[in-house]
T-cell receptor
Framework: GAVVSQHPSRVICKSGTSVKIECRSL??????MFWYRQFPKQSLMLMATSNEGSKATYEQGVEKDKFLINHASLTLSTLTVTSAHPEDSSFYIC???????????FGSGTRLTVV | AQSVTQLGSHVSVSEGALVLLRCNYS??????LFWYVQYPNQGLQLLLK??????LVKGINGFEAEFKKSETSFHLTKPSAHMSDAAEYFCAVRGGGTASKLTFGTGTRLQVML
């Protein structure tokens, strides 16, 4: 089945540094990638939608200069958390739909801890 | 616009008992409905989906769900709970089209007791 590979699975960084999270679709072309953030014991909050070859669409309240999204190819989308702060610590998950009526395939998530 | 309501943030059942997780949806277009399971510190795994056709949908791990348009519901059931079913379950809805967003419910944590 369709697989989305997400790396790293866990990262600890210092305040003020930047962290890049990668998501790759392994056996299908992902023209669209969705990026979610999940706080402990809560549901997923959609942050932004990346589209190959065009600018990402951000949800209301999400700082696009802080969360940089790039969809470099049909199989790779990246999320960069710039100038990270402790409040950015969270679980970040990417997902992509293999087809128009399919459920999304999710990456395994990245646990970001900013110290 | 779509929305999902999951009744009960926490459900506890005994091993071997029936599992029932409730989901109601609202959608302005014919919905595609999904149930996902999430284990700690992991991504989401698709349990089952409804798009069109048969309203009783069977998924992995013995789970099934029935789409009831008149009740705008898509409840998840499993006849006999297993300890390994303990996890967080999310109901989700989307409209048609590749780029349409998934809207999630708030999730239900299933606890299975011996």
């Amino acid at each position: 089945g369709a697989v989305v590979s997400q790396h790293p699975s866990r990262v600890i960084c210092k305040s003020g540094t930047s962290v890049k999270i990668e998501c790759r679709s392994l056996d299908f072309q992902a023209t669209t990638m969705f990026w979610y953030r999940q706080f402990p014991k809560q549901s997923l909050m959609l942050m932004a939608t990346s589209n190959e070859g065009s600018k990402a669409t951000y949800e209301q309240g999400v700082e696009k200069d802080k969360f940089l999204i790039n969809h470099a190819s049909l199989t790779l989308s990246t999320l960069t958390v710039t100038s990270a702060h402790p409040e950015d610590s969270s679980f970040y998950i990417c997902s992509a739909p293999p087809g128009p009526s399919d459920g999304y395939t999710f990456g395994s998530g990245t646990r970001l801890t900013v110290v | 616009a779509q929305s999902v309501t999951q009744l009960g943030s926490h459900v506890s059942v005994s091993e071997g008992a029936l599992v029932l997780l409730r989901c109601n949806y609202s959608s302005s277009v014919p919905p595609y409905l999904f149930w996902y399971v999430q284990y700690p510190n992991q991504g989401l795994q698709l349990l089952l989906k409804y798009t069109t056709g048969a309203t009783l949908v069977k998924g992995i791990n013995g789970f099934e769900a029935e789409f009831k348009k008149s009740e705008t519901s898509f409840h998840l059931t499993k006849p006999s709970a297993h300890m390994s079913d303990a996890a967080e379950y999310f109901c989700a809805v989307r409209g048609g089209g590749t780029a349409s967003k998934l809207t999630f419910g708030t999730g239900t944590r299933l606890q299975v007791m011996l």
